[in-house]
């Protein structure tokens, strides 16, 4: 899943494309957005723990709006995103918000908008009310009218997504690594020095070295000299890890874990 991470909540602007072939995709990341823009915790945004994240991550934050096609008599949806729906968020945006500092309105399958929603759209882009942040998710951006597409930031999630997949491997093989060299104050620093890594990445750390670790137990892959005893251990810790990821236990205290349970004696 992609992460989209501000370093602080002056980095967030009022308008964004987000692409990608899954409309599941492009949305969560749109949730990303909208979660850094009402969170309450310390920077960097979100910090995926606070009441104000995990509400919009629901569904349940009263200044998150998800605008998508109607349904019809039959429970079909419609065709078409129609300029009603976007006149409708345009003019609850100059409310005031209700909890946060901040109104969001994440627009679903955006391309789906017909010419004059997409006209209505640019307006409230050209004009938004203060604190307003528009996300239009996207499986096609060359859908929509390019004034509109001029006026916000792009995003595309499935090519930042191989990418962040492919620094979090990185990150394991160094792991492994130390691991593999019983070197405990190079795994501390290791530790330490990744702590500030976000939920969604620390889940992918852990797929990606279980992921590798099974490799090598198969003998697909190089074990770095490690036994299949000590190459068990770090399956089994890997799994600890992602339960306690389930459960929101955060970052620093899952890389505690790590740093205390990855080496062991030879005798254990």
Do not use: W
Not at 47 to 64: I, L, Q, S
Not at 102 to 125: D, G, H, I, S, W
């Amino acid at each position: 899943m992609q992460t989209i991470r501000f370093a602080d909540a002056g980095q967030i602007r009022h308008a964004y494309i987000v692409s990608s072939p899954s409309e599941e995709e492009s949305f969560q990341a749109a949730l990303c957005i909208a979660q850094a823009a009402v969170c309450q915790g310390a920077p960097p945004l979100p910090c995926g723990r606070c009441n104000a994240c995990r509400k919009a991550g629901e569904g349940k934050h009263p200044d998150v709006s998800v605008i998508e096609r109607l349904t019809n008599d039959a429970g079909k949806k419609k065709r078409e995103i129609v300029v009603d729906q976007v006149r409708e968020a345009a003019a609850d945006a100059v409310v005031l918000p209700n909890e946060a500092a901040r109104k969001v309105y994440l627009f679903k399958e955006a391309e789906l908008m017909n010419p004059e929603a997409q006209n209505a759209a640019l307006k409230f882009l050209e004009e938004p009310p203060n604190g307003a942040i528009i996300v239009l998710c996207v499986s096609n951006p060359g859908r929509l009218l390019p004034t509109v597409r001029s006026r916000c930031v792009e995003i595309n999630v499935t090519a930042e997504s191989e990418a962040a997949k492919n620094t979090m491997a990185m990150l394991g093989e160094e792991y492994l690594k130390k691991v593999a060299e019983r070197d405990r104050l190079a795994l501390y620093l290791f530790c330490e020095k990744n702590a500030g890594i976000s939920f969604q990445e620390m889940t992918e750390f852990c797929l990606s070295v279980e992921q590798r670790v099974t490799e090598m137990l198969s003998l697909r892959a190089d074990a770095m000299g490690m036994e299949k005893r000590q190459l068990s251990r770090i399956v089994g810790l890997m799994e600890q890890c992602l339960d306690y990821l389930k459960v929101n236990v955060n970052v620093k205290q899952v890389f505690g874990l790590l740093e205390t349970g990855s080496i062991v004696s030879k005798k254990q």
